[in-house]
């Protein structure tokens, strides 16, 4: 692939819970003018304080590199890994969406929560709330087909990745 071909990169950064890491790594992308498509950020080692940010961003080879680079500098951080590059990875977000309508379109927007596997988790007589979870195009597909439903709000997480197989991300 080219330095100048954009790809779209999930990284995972293993880091100290601590106040200001989640500004520092934000920091570093803005004050380098580096988009983030999506950001998660949770404690996932209470015992060692540890939390895991996945970061999804896109640029070139290059900009990845740098990306990868910069935030493994930073003091806070054990680990950095591209999980788009390191081997298979399984990629999901969750979202909410609330679907505001009545009669035909309300009985559609369910028929196709069934097909999409979406749950109803909040229902009155004039609106549902649906929680799904997957990749994002499965949900992009989803929220476009209940636009014309009555599509109200959408609540996304941001993407969550992990490696596949025994490949693990740890300090």
Known sequence: MS?????????????????????RVVGLFSGRGYNIESLTVAPVDEERRLSRITVVTSGSDMIIEQIKAQL?????VHKVADLSLEGPHLTRELALIKVIGRGENRMEALRLADAF?????????????????GSA???????????????????RTGAVGIARGPRRLSA
């Open 3 to 23: 330095d100048s071909m954009q790809r779209t990169a999930t990284i995972a950064v293993l880091v100290e819970n601590e106040a200001g890491i989640l500004a």
């Open 72 to 76: 493994d500098r930073l003091v806070p």
């Open 117 to 133: 596997r979406a749950r109803v988790v909040d229902a009155t007589t004039e609106s549902l709330v649906f929680e799904m979870t």
């Open 137 to 155: 195009d499965k949900i992009d597909a989803y929220v476009a087909l209940m636009r014309p439903l009555g599509l109200a709000e959408v609540s």
